[in-house]
C-alpha cells in the first residue's frame, strides 16, 4: 500500500476524533496525547493489515473512547437519552469503514465520527 493513503487516512482519523473531542470539550493536553498513542499503534495495525485502512476513524475513535473511559470517564455522552443517566455513544461499525456515533438504547444513529459538534450544537 502506498504510503501516502495511509498516512492521509491517519491524518483524517485523527483530526476527526480530535473534532468531536473539542466539542464534548475535553481536548485537554493529556487526552490530546491519548490520541497521538492510538494513531501510533492503528500505523502499526495498518502496517500488519493494509485492507484495514478505511477502518482506522472507526477504530482510533474507540481506542480513544476506551483510554478515556480509564481515565477521565465515559465519552461522548449520549446526547439523546437526556431523561436517564448518561451513557456513552458507541461507534458503528466497529470495524468498517464511514463510522458513526450511535446511541444503543434509542438505536439512533447520533453523527457520523467528526460531526458531533454540529449535534451538540457548538
Ligand atoms: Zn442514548
Redo the contacts with the bound molecule.
Keep these: 500500500m502506498e504510503l501516502n493513503r495511509l498516512e492521509q487516512a491517519l491524518h483524517s482519523a485523527r483530526a476527526l476524533v480530535m473534532a468531536d473531542l473539542v466539542a464534548g470539550d475535553v481536548a485537554e493536553a493529556a487526552i490530546v496525547s491519548l490520541v497521538e498513542d492510538a494513531v501510533t499503534h492503528r500505523r502499526w495495525w495498518v502496517e500488519q493489515w493494509p485492507e484495514g485502512v478505511s477502518f482506522v476513524t472507526g477504530l482510533i475513535a474507540q481506542d480513544v473512547q476506551d483510554a478515556l473511559l480509564e481515565r477521565y470517564g465515559r465519552w461522548p455522552l449520549?446526547?439523546?437519552?437526556t431523561e436517564?443517566g448518561p451513557?456513552a455513544?458507541d461507534v458503528e461499525p466497529e470495524l468498517g469503514p464511514d463510522p458513526h456515533w450511535v446511541?444503543?438504547?434509542?438505536t439512533?444513529s447520533?453523527a457520523p465520527v467528526g460531526a458531533l459538534a454540529e449535534v451538540l450544537g457548538r
Aim: hydrophobic share 40%.
Design positions: 449520549c446526547p439523546v437519552c436517564e451513557h455513544l446511541c444503543t438504547k434509542a439512533v447520533v
